[in-house]
Structure formats: structure tokens, C-alpha cells
């Protein structure tokens, strides 16, 4: 079966320092893979996403960055964090060809900058 | 841009009444998903529908979509306490993106 692992779960970060959270899936071969951002009581905000290996599309400019090293690994960045880059953040994946299964959500990694 | 509203943003319930969600797109929609977050974790797939004026139901959870494909709804029959959490509607927008409505907020009160 197929599985999602993101991590850290929590993170409290300075203002001005870097960023990384991963994201991997098993059992599964060329996932479409995206990066969602959640605000304290809001709705999912899609910032990147990725149908390949280096193939990364940006939906919202910012500091952030995102990149897929691996076919399963989809990495988010930022070289310098922002106070306003605080929030939820969560990885999916989807199969690559059209499915009734929708999105599968890793368990999510709370940011707080500080 | 593609936009995806939500109403109600929140919904109190008494457990055992029904709560409905509406989820308006401001451009026709290829098919539609439904997500549910409960408090303090990640969303959850429900269904997906495909078809204008599709109906699924998934026991006390019924669905629609709308027959312009711009709307859909989401009614649970009889709330209970589990149903607490937030629901999403979901839009594709081209080929590989869901676009995540402002969702819906259901508390149920015992």
C-alpha cells in the first residue's frame, strides 16, 4: 500500500533562518506530488507542485522554493524565513493518471517562525 | 483566478440535526472532490464526482454536483459527535491541480 511520511511534525524557526521539510512515498511510482500551506483556521493555499523529477510549477511567488531530487522525495526550502511564512504545511500526492482517490495528505509540519 | 467559496464558514450543531455545505466555483468544474480535516490533523479524501447532477452517498453523507458543474454540496444526515471537523471542496484546475475551497467549520454539540 501506499504511504506518505513528512517531517519534522513541528518546527519553530528565528526569523531570517533556513528552511527544509521532506516529503516521501512508498509504494507508489511517479506520483504527482504537491506542497500545500494552511493558515491558522483557513483554507489549503497550493504553492507548488511537481508531475516529475525536476519538474517543479509555482503557484504563488515568495521566499520558498521547492524541488524533486528523487521520483518519491519532494523537498520545500526557504534560505531566509519570514515571519508571515508561519503556518501548516502539508505534502500530497496523487497517481499520475486520473483516479476516484484524490489527494493523499502526509500528517503535516506546523511552522512557527519566530 | 480560479476562485472556490465555501458557506457556511462555520456551522453549530445540535448532534442528531443535519448540517449542508455549498461549494460555489467561479468557473465550470471537469469533476469535484470533497475533503473532511478534523481538528488538528490533515485532510482526508471523501469522494469525487464527475458527472453534472451526479449524487453518491456514503451512509449518512450525500453529495452533489451541480448541473452546470459549478456547484456541489455536501448534507449529513443526523450529526453526530465523529462528524466534527472541517470540509473542503476541491476544484480541478487544468490538468494536475485541486484548487481548495475556503472550506466549512462543523462543530456538534452533544
Known amino acids: 500500500s501506499q504511504t506518505i511520511h513528512q517531517w519534522p511534525a513541528t518546527l519553530v524557526q528565528p526569523v531570517g533562518s533556513p528552511l527544509s521539510l521532506e516529503c516521501t512515498v512508498e509504494g507508489t511510482s511517479n506520483p504527482n506530488l504537491y506542497w500545500y500551506r494552511q493558515a491558522a483556521g483557513r483554507g489549503l493555499q497550493l504553492l507548488f507542485y511537481?508531475?516529475?523529477?525536476?519538474?517543479i510549477s509555482s503557484e504563488v511567488p515568495q521566499n520558498l522554493s521547492a524541488s524533486r531530487p528523487q521520483d518519491r522525495q519532494f523537498i520545500l526550502s526557504s534560505k531566509k524565513l519570514l515571519l508571515s511564512d508561519s503556518g501548516f504545511y502539508l505534502c500530497?500526492?496523487?497517481?499520475?493518471?486520473?483516479?476516484?482517490?484524490?489527494?493523499?495528505f502526509g500528517s503535516g509540519t506546523r511552522l512557527t517562525v519566530v | 483566478g480560479q476562485q472556490v467559496m465555501q458557506i457556511p464558514q462555520y456551522q453549530h450543531v445540535q448532534e442528531g440535526e443535519d448540517f449542508t455545505t455549498y461549494c460555489n466555483s467561479s468557473?465550470?468544474?471537469?469533476?469535484i472532490q470533497w475533503y473532511k480535516q478534523r481538528p488538528g490533523g490533515h485532510p482526508v479524501f471523501l469522494i469525487q464526482l464527475v458527472k453534472s447532477g451526479e449524487v453518491k452517498k456514503q451512509k449518512r453523507l450525500t453529495f452533489q454536483f451541480g448541473e452546470a458543474k459549478k456547484n456541489s454540496s455536501l448534507h449529513i444526515t443526523a450529526t453526530q459527535t465523529t462528524d466534527v471537523g472541517t470540509y473542503f471542496c476541491a476544484g480541478l484546475s487544468g490538468t494536475y491541480k485541486y484548487i481548495f475551497g475556503t472550506g466549512t467549520r462543523l462543530k456538534v454539540l452533544a
Open positions: 468557473t465550470t468544474l471537469s469533476n
Open positions: 500530497a500526492w496523487s497517481a499520475t493518471r486520473w483516479k476516484d482517490y484524490g489527494y493523499t
Open positions: 511537481s508531475v516529475g523529477i525536476g519538474q
